[in-house]
């Protein structure tokens, strides 16, 4: 075969053989081949996660935003009090004198020294943040504001490292969506609870790309962890897109 020919071949075989793979995929779609490749499909709510089966689904994990790490003082905007309506979230958490709380994700300490002052030097706050700066930024920020009740914990990204049978209330303030492992997370909070203790989320629906999670994720990962929901509201904002939500531990 001369040049000429070869080139008329291969002008030939090009096209052929896309054809050829283009049935081979068909084939393999119509034969259910992929579906035992799980990780093809991104679970973005209940109804991904039935879809898959057995091990397939207990070993997919929704994608989480990273958590940030840039300047803490953003979280003190004007407003913000009112905008989320912290005090009514607080009022239906329990938080009053006496009380001891968690700060999951605390970040600035925003929350952290708001509740402190609610259950002043009788109750304790534990601002729990797996980054070193926030922890070392709610120590300065404790100092300044002189707040005494005020305990830091650097954790770790699965377990919040309360100590056991501690808190009355719990709250991950826009957190939840950067927690990579959040059943876990949620299975080593257990511990620390005193009974009847009330866990808050508040959080925005959406995916880790918009830095949000869907309100039933959240749902479905509390009640896999051992959690039962007790209430549920939209009143933080007014946008109608953040959520909040109220969780007691389950009997054992």
Sequence with gaps: MNWKSLGRARRWIAPISALAASLLLAELLLAGLFLAAPFLVEPCGPTAVLAQSGSAAT??????????TGDLTIFDSPGRDE?????????????EAGKNVADIGAGS????????????DSGT?????????????IDERAKKEQLQNIKTILSTPDDPQIPAHSVDAVLLLKAYHEVAHPVTLLRNLRSSLKPGAKIGIIDRNGSAKNHGVSKDVVIREAAKAG?????TQDFVKGDGMDYFLIFTAKAD
């Excluded at 300490?109 to 002043?120: K, L, Q």
């Excluded at 959690?227 to 209430?231: G, H, Q, S, V, W």
Aim: glycine residues 4%; aromatic residues 12%; hydrophobic residues 40%.
């Design 59 to 68: 070993s997919t994990h929704r994608k989480t935003s990273e958590p940030y």
């Design 227 to 231: 959690y039962e929901l007790r209430d």
């Design 125 to 137: 706050v534990y601002a729990v943040d797996i980054n070193p700066e926030a922890i070392h930024y």
């Design 83 to 95: 905008r989320l309506q912290i005090n009514r979230v607080m009022d239906m958490l329990g938080i």
């Design 109 to 120: 300490g925003w929350f952290t020294v708001r509740a402190a002052r609610r259950v002043t």
